[in-house]
């Protein structure tokens, strides 16, 4: 494990024409890290990582690799390997010539080349694929290829732009496993694009939340789903999506449609906010906001009930089954422990 | 109309179709193989002892068309190769980097492939003559670019722009750099689509009339101009016009029928996304 | 590793224009650069029949022009057998390749059977119609109409048969070009549209003209704006089938221009000529492509 691979990004803004895609994009990640960039389609982190790769020039910032400052570096000499979302193999070459295409860029010797290959290939699983064509196989066998290509060439840094998102979801899960146990052997920082909060939250060491070109949460998975620092991350992690309520929050009490709650902390000033409550938080109680059951989901080991209250809609999970019925009343609360208070206006964090 | 009726009528038209478009073809390559006596029988024989005299004559008599079809093939070939020589790397410039003027430049390129070859063949005549440059295989060849590359450049974007971007990338990546990028990485992928550029640029310099009858003369004859001095001199010689027509026409004939599959795909390629002189 | 600015940017830049420049420069040679002197020529009083009129003539050529009646003569020929061929090879294309495709087992054949005409020399198609085919006595036409009891007709000689030959020609010629491009188009299109469309009980020309006919415009544009580039420039054919005549009767104006500059070698009129041809060129190309631009989506 080398301390190669750490990068620092300062200040990088991107635009295209009139649309500016990247805002100010600050980002520190720690050699041999694996650090995930999350976000909805069009908050930038794809453009993030092309712009690390260098296949997108800045129009306004710095990167550095290694204290080195590669912002107008041309992206093969940064040493970065790079897996496609759509892989990108060389459709006209073998298996084995795809994963030696890098080595024999650089020069080395046939056998050199044979040697790593097969060492890369057997390390993804691959090692009986080398003489086949790309098309020849499966999506996921050719995702396998495009690692073994990145691999092969012991870079310091692994870009991987959303690598599981072609694969079926059964595959999609068992690849998962094996590119975290990939991670742990190689030690290689490696940099992770993708959409799917779940995917970055087993994953990652840290996570970067894009948000409409800009990182509105750098943290550990648990602290980003723990203690989301916006509303709009709060709503973005966590399946089913946390429940965002507007309410008043005056001195220790919450007000929701006319219920009161207990609030966490104590508000000198009475605030228009949004309170966030996870699905599984939320409890059945006597007094509390008015529901009536919409839609009963039974997912076999726990269940997923849809309330409607006025005209919000809500969502309770719960393990096991439940007794409730469609078009019962009920009442909801919440620890108030597990609230997440955030402005209404502005969206940010207020405990 | 029942179901039964509907497939013999469709077969009996496109029966009809084959005909005429085939047949004239075919007639001509039959009257190849006549005398005159029996081209000029009526009702027209389909039964005849056939002669390869006409062919003798066309190629090995004193009027022979050998020289013209060397004069073709020199003229053919060289503007193919110099077309595809210039126009390979152009096209994948225009297809896929960034430069100025780059969509400028692009309608440019499409813009003279609009023009009429009569406005370019007057100061072409005119030109070349002051340089004594008729009559000689540079001139001609440089000229027949005029129509040839900017066919070829657009056909060839179309293609370019087929190839998934993020495998050059992946390429540069990989430390190729842009020139091993392009060799190792596009053209492969593109060789089908320089076979489909090849046969068309190919028939359109062998089938090239009006500049190399102004511009040719009496060394540098393509088969073309060959073949409509036949008319005049070989007046009623049916038999003898066939069968030089047969053989001045082999070659693209030969290349259709083989490339057929490539030429179809190839005119759809261009006739969808735009441009191109056939 | 360079700390220029915009290192990767310009050698891209660079790296472009190598391979771009050669083939642009060597076009703008050959095209504009005589574009110019052509415009040049044409305002001169230049003829190599009577070389001792020469100087500048200003828009004189122009002027005789107008009031040459050949020249219009020209123009509406012109007119007549561009819009002529270009309507009569979209319909007949389009027709052939409906039919055809319903019979997948003859397409083999009607492509191989297409190729002929495209691949063939235009002079070479112009010298079979006049010798095999329309030739009196003895062409296949001729035959034809023989055997019907339909008579003898003079196709090249009679100056109104021969507009409608040399029209036929060059239809025959390149049908098969839009029968083989809407033939691939129309294979392109998906069936399930068609099968909504029938469970909507649209009838089979319903379906054609609602359907079939929108989704397939962009092919039959660009076929369109391909085969009038051909026809408002076609030459050979016409040249070796009729040489512009009897009379000027085939002579469109691509044909005028060059029998101006190169049989009665008067090139000042002959440029002019040409400059016009090229300008007409221009501005129906750019009407069919602003009107593609805008019928496209």
Redesign the interface.
Known sequence: MSARGSVKMEKVSKRHGETTVLHSVNLEIKAGEFFVLLGPSGSGKTTTLRILAGLEPVSGGQVWIDGEDVTFTEPGARDVAMVFQSYALYPHMTVAQNIGFPLKMVGQSQQAIAEAVNEAAKRVGIAHLLSRRPGQLSGGQQQRVALARAIVRHPRIFLLDEPLSNLDAKLRLETRLELHQLQRELGVTTVYVTHDQEEAMTLADRIAVFMEGEIVQVGTPRDIFGEPSTMEVAGFIGTPPMNLIPAQWTENTIDIQGSTHQAPMFSSQSKDITVGIRPNDFRLTLHGISARVLHIEDLGDNTIINFEANTLRLKLKMEGLTNLREGEEVHLSFDPKSAHLFDRQNGKRLN | MNRFGR?VT??A??GL??S??????L??FL?SFKTERD??A???MFFFTPTLSNYKEVLFGTSSILPNLWSSLVVTCSATFFTLC??I??A???AR????F?RA?GF??L?????????????????LQRFGWLDTYSGLV??Y??FS??FA?WLLVSYFEDI?Y??E????????????ALW??VL??VGGGIAVTTVFVF?NA?????FAV?LGGNRVRP??VA??N??SVEQTQ?AK??AG?MV??AP??L???LA?RH??KG??V???K?G??? | MGLNKSNVEDQERRFALILFLPSFLLLLLITTAPLVFLAWNSLQKLDLGMPWISGFAGFGNYVKMGEDPRFWNSLGLTFLYTSSTVVLQILIGLSLALLVLQIPRGQAIMRIAAILPIVLAPVVVGLFWRTLVLAPDFGLVDLVTRALGLGNYNWLGDPQLALISVIAIHTWQWTPFAFLVLLATLATLPPDVFEAARLDRANAWQRFWHITLPLIRPAIVMVIILRTMTALSAFAAIFAATGGGPGTSTEILNLYAYRTSFTELNIGYGSALAIVLLAITMLVSWTLFRHRRKGST
Do not use: C, H
């Open positions: 497939q469709l077969y038209v496109s179709l084959v005429v478009w085939a047949f004239p073809v007639w001509a009257t081209v000029l009526y009702p027209p210039l126009a790397p152009a994948y410039a225009l980097l960034r430069y100025p780059r430049s440019y390129i813009a003279t492939q609009m023009l009429p070859p009569v406005g370019l063949v007057i100061p072409y005549y005119l030109t440089i000229i670019l005029t590359l900017p450049i998934p993020e495998m990338e992946a390429a540069l990546l990989d430390r190729a750099g842009r020139w091993r190792f990485i492969p992928q028939l062998w089938n090239e009339f009006m102004v088969v073309t073949m409509f036949f008319i049916w016009v066939a027509s001045a026409m693209v004939i290349l259709g029928l057929q030429i179809v005119l759809t261009g006739a969808v735009g191109g002189r056939r």
